[in-house]
């Protein structure tokens, strides 16, 4: 409530004595404050524990990202191998190798 009085006397000193630059700052600046404050609320981060929650988000975002890009290299992976070996079984079967299995 202090910045939202704060702005309102800062508004009634632009109003009654013409707005210099340095008011109109203060005032910016106030009005900046306020909204930051009320978003904040309203995302429920005003509270003094907020910044170990955004730590906390922060490093189950990294830790989703790093097992995605292992997810994605594993399946390369296996689709290379995969690859590879109906490439081997299809040399082999060309080289006549095939009766030596069976």
Request: avoid cysteine; hydrophobic fraction near 55%.
């Amino acid at each position: 409530m202090q910045n939202e009085e704060m702005l309102a006397r800062l508004m009634a000193q632009a109003e009654g004595d013409g707005a210099d630059l340095v008011t109109l700052r203060a005032i910016v600046e106030d009005a900046t404050d306020a909204g930051a404050a009320r978003v904040l609320d309203r995302l429920g981060l005003a509270d003094p524990t907020a910044q170990d929650d955004i730590d906390e988000l922060r490093e189950l975002l990294r830790a989703w990202r790093d097992a995605k890009a292992s997810a994605w290299k594993a399946a390369i992976r296996w689709i290379v191998r995969g690859v590879l070996a109906l490439l081997l079984v299809g040399i082999a079967v060309r080289l006549g190798l095939g009766d030596l299995v069976t």
